[in-house]
């Protein structure tokens, strides 16, 4: 009798999974309650948070809420106090962030009593880098929703701005509040005016939910569309030029954000084409905003092909220029001194640059994390990046506080995401992805929050079924779902560096499509920062990159104490062994108590770069397994399409692992542990397989 | 100091590991030693005979052997007796016999003791599938080493001629005395003169090493090739013309064996296109032949695409005529009643048609397991096909016994095997695949030799490294070499069986390439019989083949009691569960201690099904464990290439595992076991993949 109790039980949970495509992202608004809100103003903001409310309430029926826009010290930009009763901002939008964070408690069980929540950043942008022509560098979720016909149809259909208001309501809801709305290898023919009119349209659409406009612009504009005979930046007709286009720019749109600036850099045109400097470049397009009150974000991924270590460059080019920028400039730096690898060390130009406003730019969309097929969860690289400690202003100097006003106090604080959402249903190709959108958007918010906390918020709010998350019957759900797909979420970012490039290795993608291995790749007629030999510098000696004081010194870059810490062998962190470090292949590795097939004491540099990669797709099989477990509890569309992916994810783990050890096994010349799957595939097939085609 | 011996040691074996490209097979007469020979008579044969001793010898050096041509009675045909310093035989060819028996005995360090060795079955074939263009029909090492460059260059060369000698050498080596030079799915232009004259020329260079010439013929030739209206075998015209192409054939070939014919089988003519049966076509032939002596095997592969069952009409068509043919007529039988499958049940032809010879049809080339991808020695398959007992004359009158002589008296006894050797430098594409030709040679020779015998041969000529396989320094080599090698060798078709049809499901072939698995398998406009639902019979009640007396009553073919053995579920072998039965998902199969993962007592089919594939992926990783671990051993280019194939051998094991678990699954609607590996492909990507490409 109790099987069959149980059996109908789970009859009842299986028949009420109906099928969900992902297109509601977190927000899905289930059995709303009746609720009465009490509100003295009116305005389109205000209206979206009373509509909010009613769709998605889910505290006492009938209760009572009052909005209530007030001065309040305790209150910073657009932060709130949030009751169970009452929400209190100094702005409109401040409002409407109470009501999503009210509406989220009430969809994750979290208590609501006096919450004070102020954002850590002012400025919370999404970087889009969408093309004119409907594509997206890097897009892995369809085509662009700003630009998707190209600029054969601008016209603006009710179904664009349908989906632009989802996307603006998406943002609103964890505290987004800007939009970079092209790419940074920008075309200058987004400075057009037929371009912009649709920029304005989607400007409109987006400002009741507090979001910003900005636009990426191609520095030699100036030349290209207005015809002058240069884009220098001390050019009088060139500032004037831009004074006219930004006029033109804020007459559409009062309230336009600022420009995003991809300047010298991988052959895009900058001031240094006419001998400027970065801070000449940036501080024209800044007076020409400033009347305004825009800003300027200029990119520092800048690096010669003839440099002895790309790493260094943007601290060497962007150091000198410090106090040189005006105080409407903001540096956007890449979270490290590469580029989005799976890991890297923070860039050293955060908490360096004490007289220059520095943003972090994250990247969302897994151009090196597998795309939109892996199962990877950012939010532990991002919280690792944001507490690592610079040292630059004594011990607790994290990049967090260096970058949110704690220490540095500059006019604006800012951060910005590369976002990873396209036409796709689903907006981000995997289910899982949506979480990377939404923890970028949670971390903007609120720099503090750990990564356990924002996914168990996302998978409550993704993936419940049940209109009272803390139900008696929940407890079910929470043990066998919410728990273990929340340590798989809160692991596979480890296990991606395990399958790709443990132990500080970097960069060693095939070609140019960033997906697969390519450790070997290096044809002769591609710059050599292009290609991963660069980078892992394997050779019968040993493995990775000198970057002591003995090799390229960018230790130096780092303060003290880490400079020398990353600069000595015994205390260099494990992780980023062979980012700091060429070792022999015999070098013994510490033995590490957390990794489960690497306990033996004294492993070589060579098996412990074999068991990270079993691991990693071990760990990949675990998931799978973990997944097909929690069938009963999802509904058939997502579990199936999170199934396939995760399958393709354990293949592609394989390749992963058999190319770079199979590769690097011709400069170890060593066996691959016996207690390790032997390799199932050949080398010179792996060599020859297009991993963007598979 | 000890490691370092060892080291010296280690470094000695590898180095002393020459290259070997696999092209002398088990014939690698390293270093021989001197030896006198006395031989009163000279012909070719024994001059060949006597080579073969002075490059081969391994005996004491210097030491004198005797061939000795005497009759004695326990000789048998071309038996022999071997000692020491005798080999003594009824003919010339029995003394080479006895020259490559003591040759390898001298190579695997067994006993020479007064040995007296007689053949199991007079004639011991090759079949060619060769095509006159040169390819090979489920040939899967190169084109044909007989029409290689088609019917545009029949002119034989001096490379010809050492090729066909290097191939007639190793064939006498194992016993072999009779090749079949072309494709049973026969050309007419097969008895033109110029085709015949390059027959001759190679009948030439086999004659001496005691291997006769068949050919496959064409049941139309008459009318397609000599003009005649008809090709009816009571057609006097027809009949002369027979007789005529015979005495030409002769006239270039003295000593010529027969003809082999494919007759009314997927779509090749024959008798009964002119309302005739087999017997009467196969005796038209064997009149034609008589008076030379010549022979025709008869195939029984037979099926029409309306039957209910395609297992039973073999013998629903060939028993009727039993006893209506020439005693120079044998019905050449495959050794199950389907097609080369994996696993079948012998075909109950054997040993119930009693006043018919019929010879055994085994195939050696691995169409249906992994042709020369994988590495699977058959000769454990034939082993088990040649013990089964048919009952038909009490217990004991097993498919060998009924076939060699021992239960039924005819003018012949005979054995055929479908050829699997090419243009490939190894012959058989896959270094281990040397194994099957060497195993089918010894059979036929000895049908009571043990797999485990045949294979410690093999393995000592074909990878030893020594002069004398007894040395105590070997200890090592068979301990770490031999053994396991051998374990891998013996269990190695039932791990095929495992991963690709276990339980006695068969024919779930992809399309037409046989390689990959194909249960989905069923264009509208293809015959039901060449499509694997046919087979496996899955829908939601179950799985399975049911050809019970409820079922298509196949069981009643078979000798009781074996037939009802068969027909009830609780004494049919689990091998042939689903060859013989439609069960239900649920139902209990019995738990089988010596499976690994499937100790569980109380498998329900499904769960069985899913152990099954997964112990043969695993079984696969395994063998990759173990041959890396050989690599001390071998020399470097087979080692690699054998490395390799296993990789791709792994892989599509878990492409046979993923494709069959995904397909059933739909209809099972059961979850796979968690104990057991997730799949990594989707089921609609196998759809869709073409293996035959991979």
Chains 1, 2 share one sequence.
Not at 98 to 103: N, P, T, Y
Request: charge should be neutral.
């Amino acid at each position: 009798m109790k099987n069959l109790a149980l059996m109908f039980l789970l009859f009842f949970i299986v028949s009420s999974l109906k099928a969900e495509d992902g297109h509601k992202l977190w927000l899905r608004n289930q059995n709303p309650k009746p609720v009465k809100i009490i509100c003295s103003k009116q305005s389109a903001t205000l209206d979206i948070a009373q509509q909010e409310l009613k769709r998605g309430w889910q505290g006492t029926p009938g209760a009572s809420i009052v909005l209530n826009i007030r001065n309040n010290k305790s209150i910073k930009g657009d932060g709130f106090i949030l009751d169970t009763s009452m929400i209190q901002a100094n702005t409109e939008i401040g409002i409407l962030y109470g009501v999503f964070d009210l509406l989220r408690r009430q969809g994750t069980g979290e208590s609501i009593d006096h919450i004070v929540s102020n954002p850590s950043y002012e400025l919370r942008l999404l970087n889009h880098w969408d093309n004119l022509n409907g594509t997206i560098e890097r897009g892995y979720a369809g085509r662009s929703i700003f630009w998707h016909n190209g600029k054969d149809s601008l016209k603006v259909t009710e179904k664009d701005k349908i989906l632009w208001q989802e996307y603006a309501r998406a943002n609103a809801s964890i505290g987004i509040n800007g939009a970079v709305l092209n790419n940074v290898n920008a075309s200058p023919q987004m400075m057009t005016e037929e371009i912009l009119k649709r920029v304005k349209a989607i400007a409109d659409v987006l400002r009741p939910y507090g979001i910003k406009t900005y636009l990426s612009i191609n520095f030699s504009s100036p030349a290209v569309l207005g015809g002058l005979k240069t884009s220098d930046p001390f050019n009088s007709e060139v500032i004037k030029w831009w004074e006219a286009k930004v006029k033109e720019i804020y007459s559409l749109i009062p309230d336009f954000g600022g420009f995003l600036v991809k300047a010298n850099s991988e052959g895009q045109p900058g001031p240094q084409d006419f001998g400027r400097t970065h801070a000449d470049g940036a501080n024209m397009l800044a007076d020409a905003l400033e009347p305004y009150g825009g800003i300027v974000m200029w990119r520092a991924f800048v690096y010669s092909p003839t440099s002895d270590d790309r790493a260094k460059q943007a601290y060497a080019e962007f150091m000198p220029l410090d106090g040189k920028f005006r105080d409407n400039v903001i540096i956007q730096v890449k979270n490290g001194p590469v580029d989005f690898q799976p890991r890297e060390p923070f860039n050293p130009l955060f908490g360096a640059m004490k007289k220059t406003a520095i943003m972090p730019e994250l990247q969302i969309t897994q151009e090196y994390l597998g795309q939109s097929i892996h199962l990877v969860f950012l939010s532990t690289m991002w919280e690792e990046f944001l507490n690592s400690d610079t040292y630059q202003q004594g011990e607790g100097s994290t990049v967090a506080r260096c970058t949110d006003g704690s220490i540095y106090h500059h006019k604006y604080t800012a951060i910005a995401g590369v976002s990873n959402i396209g036409l796709d249903t689903n907006w981000t190709g995997h289910h899982f992805a949506q979480a990377n959108w939404y923890a970028f958007g949670r971390l903007a918010w609120d720099n503090k929050l750990s990564s356990n906390d924002i996914a168990e918020e996302w998978i409550k709010l993704t993936f419940s079924n049940q209109s009272g998350i803390s139900d008696k019957n929940n407890i079910d759900w929470q043990v066998f779902f919410l728990y273990p797909v929340k340590q798989m979420m809160l692991q596979s970012r480890e296990t991606a560096v395990n399958y790709m490039m443990p132990l500080g290795l970097h960069h060693i993608f095939a070609a140019n499509h960033h997906y697969g291995p390519g450790p070997w790749w290096g044809p002769k007629n591609v710059r050599p920062d292009w290609t991963p030999p660069y980078y892992h510098q394997a050779d019968t000696n040993g493995i990775g990159f000198d970057r002591t004081r003995n090799g390229s010194n960018a230790v130096s870059q780092y303060h003290e104490p880490l400079s020398s810490q990353y600069n000595d062998l015994n205390t260099c962190p494990e992780v980023y062994l062979l980012w700091f470090h060429h070792l022999p292949w015999d070098y013994k590795v510490q033995p590490k108590a957390d990794q489960p097939l690497a306990e033996k004491s004294g492993r070589t540099l060579w098996e412990a770069i074999c068991y990270h990669y079993e691991n990693g797709l071990q760990q990949v099989r675990e998931y799978q397994k973990l997944w097909d477990k929690e069938k009963p509890y999802i509904d058939e569309q997502r579990f199936s399409e999170v199934q396939s992916k995760l399958r393709r994810q354990c293949r592609d783990a394989q390749i992963w692992k058999d190319g770079c050890l199979l590769y690097f096994q011709q400069f170890s010349r060593q066996t691959i542990p016996y207690d390790i799957e032997r390799p199932i595939y050949n080398l010179d097939e792996l060599e020859k397989m297009d991993m963007s085609k598979i």
